[in-house]
């Protein structure tokens, strides 16, 4: 079982910058891809980025291309999203997700570990 937990969301103006991190439990974390996903309030949850298992080969959404970036330590088993340039349409609740594969994806019914969410509010 893994867990995933969140962290270093919060408020932000626009075209600030935060950092969110993931960081997994368990000693399997290398082995998984990871995603982040997002759930505006009254929106259904979409694909944000995603990572492979090794870091080399990552997937953006095309709202956040140019403005957030993906990377992970696997010796510290963590994934972080470096979000900048922020817009109010950024504010919703960001999640952490790994699947029991290498690859990335986008499909979040491919994801298997779900941590609880981080709040990220966008104001201007």
């Known amino acids: 079982q893994v867990q995933l937990v969140e962290s270093g969301g919060g408020l932000v103006q626009a075209g600030g910058s935060l950092r969110l991190s993931c960081t997994a439990s368990?000693?399997?974390?290398?082995?998984?891809?990871m995603g982040w996903f997002r759930q505006a309030p009254g929106k259904t949850r979409e694909f944000v980025t995603t990572i492979s298992s090794s870091g080399r080969r990552t997937i953006y959404a095309d709202f956040v291309k140019g403005r957030f970036t993906i990377s992970r330590d696997n010796a510290k088993n963590t994934v972080t999203l470096q979000m900048i340039s922020l817009k109010d349409e950024d504010t919703a609740v960001y999640y952490c997700?790994?699947?029991?594969?290498?690859?990335?994806?986008?499909?979040?019914?491919?994801?298997?570990?779900w941590g609880q969410g981080t709040q990220v509010t966008v104001s201007s």
């Open positions: 368990g000693s399997a974390f290398s082995s998984y891809a």
């Open positions: 997700a790994g699947r029991s594969s290498s690859l990335e994806s986008s499909k979040d019914h491919e994801y298997r570990y």
